[in-house]
């Protein structure tokens, strides 16, 4: 049977384990997409998507269909936890122009490029960053998630970019 987002939230408290499956099986290669961008390899990948999802189930309490589509909690559940999984391994950097998913090149990873970005960017456009860049989505799954147009999320993208740029320049000559 096809459910409809709203109601497998309001359907999953009736029946979890079916309903738990339906959003597994809708939600799971969107998941396991953004797990696989920042994980070494599949094993880590798919431990990435069990996490994920457990913190789905235990969270559904925590959805508000005020705030963000199901589709919109979900992928944030997702970009939160892959986030602190690129923290926790210090992949992302930033070289001068250009962010950089750095997953396989451990010799240059830069910390301080994140935290940078991170304390001086919006929750939103480093989000926006990081789902762009590390984990690829194109501007048409950025504007369903930020529920915006294909052409404010490139223009939200290209401001933000520029914004990352002029942060990092700005750290740069202060640690000169």
């Not at 999953?12 to 390899?41: D, G, H, P, S």
Request: proline content about 0%; charged content about 30%.
């Amino acid at each position: 049977m096809k459910y409809q987002d709203k109601e497998l939230v309001t359907k999953y408290y009736e029946n979890k384990n079916e309903i738990f499956e339906v959003i597994y099986n809708k939600y799971k290669n969107l998941i396991y997409y953004m797990a696989r961008r920042v994980a070494r390899c599949k094993a880590d990948a798919d431990d990435l998507v069990q996490e994920i999802f457990m913190k789905i189930s235990e969270n559904m309490h925590t959805f508000n269909d005020n705030y963000a589509s199901f589709k919109t909690w979900i992928v944030s559940i997702a970009k939160n936890h892959t986030v602190d999984y690129i923290k926790s391994k210090q992949h992302v950097i930033l070289d001068n122009d250009i962010v950089y998913s750095a997953i396989d090149v451990s010799s240059v990873v830069d910390n301080k490029m994140f935290d940078c970005l991170e304390n001086n960017l919006s929750e939103k456009e480093l989000e926006f960053l990081v789902l762009k860049i590390a984990f690829g989505f194109t501007h048409r799954e950025l504007a369903e998630v930020y529920d915006m147009t294909i052409d404010m999320s490139k223009k939200f993208l290209k401001s933000t970019k520029t914004k990352a740029k002029e942060e990092w320049k700005k750290y740069e000559k202060s640690i000169r």
